[in-house]
C-alpha cells in the first residue's frame, strides 16, 4: 500500500521565481491538505483540495495557489518567492469523512 | 494565546522511564486530538489519535483528553533511545474543514 508521496524532496529557488511541489495521496484516500513548517515551529496549514476545488484556506497569501487533478494528486505552486518561503512544504491525505490525515515525506525549499 | 499550546523542551528522560507530553488548545468545540513524531529532517508520522474524555493505548503510548480543562497528553513507558525525536500535538478545529492546527512540538531526549 503506497503511501503519500511528494516531489521533489529538495529544491533550492532564488527571489522572485515560482515553484511548483507534487503530491500524490495515499491509496484510497481523495483529500489533499498542504502544510508549510518552518525550521523549529509546527507544520502551518496552507489549504485544503477536495474534488479538485480549494474548500478550505490557511492565513497565506494569494500567491500561494494549487490544484487537484482528478486521480486526486495535487499541486501546490508558489510564485514570486520570497527568503521567507524556505521551508519544509508537507502533503498530507486523508479520506473523505475520516479525520486522520497521513503526511508524505516533504518537500524542502530553500530560496535565495 | 495561541491555538495549540506545547512546551517546547527539551524533555529529558532515562531510558526505560515514563515520558509526559502535554498540550492545551483554546478551541473548546474542538473533536478530535492527534500526536505526531517528527524525526530530525524527517515529516510527521502519526503515532496516535483520539476523540473522546478519558484514555486509549496503543502499545507503549497512552493518549489522554480532558476536553473541561482542554488538555491532551501523551504517555510514553518504558522510553527508548529511538523515541527520541519532537513530539507534535494537532487539533482539527471545531469547524470540522480538516484544517489541522498544530502546536510548535515538544522535542524529547532519551538517554542510554
Known amino acids: 500500500d503506497a503511501g503519500v508521496t511528494q516531489s521533489p524532496t529538495h529544491l533550492i529557488k532564488t527571489r522572485g521565481q515560482q515553484v511548483t511541489l507534487r503530491c500524490s495521496p495515499k491509496?484510497?484516500?481523495?483529500?489533499v491538505s498542504w502544510y508549510q513548517q518552518a525550521l523549529g515551529q509546527g507544520p502551518q496549514f496552507i489549504f485544503q483540495?477536495?474534488?479538485?476545488?480549494?474548500?478550505q484556506r490557511g492565513n497565506f497569501p494569494d500567491r500561494f495557489s494549487g490544484h487537484q487533478f482528478p486521480n486526486y494528486s495535487s499541486e501546490l505552486n508558489v510564485n514570486a518567492l520570497l527568503l521567507g518561503d524556505s521551508a519544509l512544504y508537507l502533503c498530507a491525505s486523508s479520506r473523505t469523512g475520516e479525520d486522520t490525515q497521513y503526511f508524505g515525506p516533504g518537500t524542502r525549499l530553500t530560496v535565495l | 494565546q495561541k491555538e495549540v499550546e506545547q512546551n517546547s523542551g527539551p524533555l529529558s528522560v532515562p531510558e526505560g522511564a515514563i515520558a509526559s507530553l502535554n498540550c492545551t488548545y483554546s478551541d473548546r468545540g474542538s473533536q478530535s486530538f492527534f500526536w505526531y513524531r517528527q524525526y530530525s529532517g524527517k515529516s510527521p508520522e502519526l503515532i496516535m489519535f483520539?476523540?473522546?474524555?478519558g484514555d486509549k493505548e496503543d502499545g507503549r503510548f497512552t493518549a489522554q483528553l480532558n476536553k473541561a480543562s482542554q488538555y491532551v497528553s501523551l504517555l510514553i513507558r518504558d522510553s527508548q533511545p529511538s523515541d527520541s525525536a519532537t513530539y507534535l500535538c494537532a487539533v482539527l478545529g471545531s469547524s470540522n474543514t480538516g484544517k489541522l492546527i498544530f502546536g510548535q512540538g515538544t522535542t524529547l531526549q532519551v538517554k542510554p
Open positions: 483540495y477536495y474534488e479538485e476545488e480549494e474548500r
Open positions: 491509496s484510497g484516500h481523495d483529500t
Open positions: 483520539i476523540y473522546s474524555n
